[in-house]
């Protein structure tokens, strides 16, 4: 994962993953591989140049990349060259955000569509029951031994595939 934070300034997230979000207010986002998030910052401050830190964190912890918000007509001269400080952070890696209010895990983030009132009503139209299950296969069952890379091979612990009433879907 990245942590991405513009010195001096807070990050508005507007989207994650291309969906709309109420917006939140943080000065430090954490992405993963495959996440997304739309942000805007708001150019407020006294003009100056602000720096821009993208941190790897846990095993890329030892790599950064920096650039510069510069405002028109100020000198290009940042005050650091310190690691930023994290602020409310968004996405925090390996932490329990209940605990914390500097910590906002995406489970605590709101939807910015509006819920169709009709979804939220108390009786339902019709009801459907489906039946998950999953079926434990052997390895032995789904592979034939020296017949794919090993990069193709079984872990060596059982095999599982989900079923909705007892179909499985490839």
């Keep these: 994962p990245g942590q991405i934070t513009i010195e001096g300034h807070n990050l508005t997230v507007i989207e994650t993953d291309g969906q709309p979000i109420k917006p939140i207010d943080v000065t430090s986002i954490v992405s993963s591989?495959?996440?997304?998030?739309?942000f805007v910052i708001e150019t407020n401050q006294p003009l100056g140049?602000?720096?821009i830190?993208?941190?790897g964190l846990e095993l890329c912890n030892d790599i950064q990349q920096l650039g510069i918000l510069q405002y028109a007509s100020a000198s290009n001269e940042t005050n650091t060259n310190e690691t930023l400080p994290s602020g409310i952070i968004l996405n925090?890696?390996?932490v329990d955000c209940d605990n914390n209010p500097?910590?906002?895990c995406i489970s605590k983030l709101?939807?910015?569509t509006p819920i169709d009132e009709g979804l939220t009503q108390p009786e339902t139209d019709l009801q459907f029951y489906i039946p998950i299950g999953f079926i434990n296969y052997d390895k032995?069952?789904?592979f034939q031994p020296n017949?794919?890379?090993t990069f193709l091979s079984a872990t060596p612990t059982a095999l599982s595939a989900a079923t909705l009433d007892g179909i499985i879907y490839q």
């Excluded at 591989?33 to 739309?38: K, N, T």
């Design 110 to 112: 709101k939807s910015g």
């Design 147 to 149: 017949r794919y890379d």
């Design 92 to 94: 925090p890696s390996g």
């Design 49 to 51: 140049a602000y720096q």
């Design 53 to 55: 830190q993208l941190r």
């Design 140 to 142: 032995n069952e789904l």
């Design 33 to 38: 591989a495959g996440e997304r998030y739309d």
């Design 102 to 104: 500097e910590e906002i």
